[in-house]
Nanobody
Framework: QVQLVESGGGLVQAGESLRLSCAAS????????MNWYRQAPGKKRELVAS???????TYADSVKGRFTISRDNAKNTVYLQMNSLKPEDTAVYYCNAIIVITGYWGQGTQVTVSS
């Protein structure tokens, strides 16, 4: 099991940056995959970025070149650096961890981008 706590959300203007953090309650060294999802009002939750235990990363097409996922195993934390934010990035962002076949979620952090 693992508890996840997101932080770093807020209100920014288009073109600005934010860095989200996801702090885990245990070591993430051998967690298969750590992910960031987001859910905008009236829309389905979508996968934004993933990072494996080996450091391989994948991104949704809509954020490629703007967002960067990273992990600091020593701090048990995963980050999502978000640059050149757009109004369509407005959503609640959730951290997710996959341990074996079970998914764990944080409570989410709101990101609002004004035009």
């Amino acid at each position: 099991q693992v508890q996840l706590v997101e932080s770093g959300g807020g209100l920014v203007q288009a073109g600005e940056s934010l860095r989200l953090s996801c702090a885990a309650s245990r070591s993430i060294f051998n967690i298969n995959a750590m992910n960031w999802y987001r859910q905008a009002p009236g829309k389905k939750r979508e996968l934004v970025a993933s990072i494996t235990s080996r450091g391989s990363t994948t991104y949704a097409d809509s954020v490629k070149g703007r967002f960067t996922i990273s992990r600091d195993n020593a701090k048990n934390t995963v980050y999502l650096q978000m640059n050149s934010l757009k109004p369509e990035d407005t959503a609640v962002y959730y951290c997710n961890a996959i341990i074996v076949i079970t998914g764990y979620w944080g409570q989410g952090t709101q990101v609002t981008v004004s035009s």
